[in-house]
């Protein structure tokens, strides 16, 4: 089955304490990226992958990492994690940029 | 900056009753053009797109955008809406191919 999958689906966590939240596609698609989604701001890009090795900033990227070493799997890294970075996070992997994006079921993170 | 625009944030209808939701963007040139749906509890998912050609165009579960390039418009309609619509909705944008940017969505409730 096509899917993107997200680790782990919920997390609290402290202020300060470096976390990882993977995610993992398995459609061989070049593209991938990382969103927020807040209430009242919609999704917002944090980065995106062209391939592997290559990443590039989105929308707001401010506190986030990520890493493409393999195709399948894009890692967002969140180094000191601060109370303004609670939200509902989403991956994507889609083949080009005018085709579907295929959405993880979500990481909800608090940082308290 | 670039940015894309939901006018209608609360959107209840009875069955049957027509849908158009609104979306505009900010940037002149050449664009890709998406609405995503968000079912309760379910991944984001494509309900169509548009990149070239034909500005109507059809989608998913009776849906269709019309591209309005005059008005930097993809406004979604659908004729009739069933309670099985009740999700929220996206549009989404991308100008350079790469950097996407979302609405803020609008949460559709069809009463029976």
């Known amino acids: 089955e096509a899917q993107v999958t997200q680790n782990p689906r919920y997390l609290i966590t402290v202020t300060g304490k470096k976390l990882t939240v993977t995610c993992s596609q398995n459609m061989n698609h070049e593209y991938m990226s990382w969103y927020r989604q807040d209430p009242g701001l919609g999704l917002r890009q944090i980065y995106y992958?062209?391939?592997?090795?290559?990443?590039d900033k989105g929308d707001v990227p401010e506190g986030y990492k990520v890493s493409r070493k393999e195709k399948r799997n894009f890692p967002l890294i969140l180094e000191s994690p601060s109370p303004n970075q609670t939200s509902l996070y989403f991956c994507?992997?889609?083949?080009?940029?005018?085709?579907?994006?295929?959405f993880g079921p979500g990481t909800r993170l608090t940082v308290l | 900056a670039q940015s894309v625009s939901q006018h209608n944030h609360h959107v209840i209808l009875s069955e049957a009753a027509s849908l158009e939701l609104g979306c505009n963007y900010s940037y002149g040139g050449t664009v890709n053009l998406f609405w995503y749906v968000q079912y309760p509890g379910q991944h984001l998912q494509l309900l169509l797109k548009?990149?070239?050609?034909?500005?109507l165009v059809k989608g998913i579960k009776g849906f269709e955008a019309e591209f309005i390039k005059s008005k930097f418009s993809f406004n979604l309609r659908k004729p009739s809406v069933q309670w099985s619509d009740t999700a929220e909705y996206f549009c989404?944008?991308?100008?350079?191919?790469?950097?996407?940017?979302f609405g803020t969505g609008t949460s559709l409730t069809v009463i029976p």
């Open positions: 994507a992997s889609y083949r080009r940029p005018e085709d579907e994006q295929f």
């Open positions: 548009y990149f070239s050609g034909d500005p």
């Open positions: 989404a944008v991308t100008f350079t191919g790469n950097q996407f940017y």
């Open positions: 992958s062209m391939n592997v090795e290559v990443t």
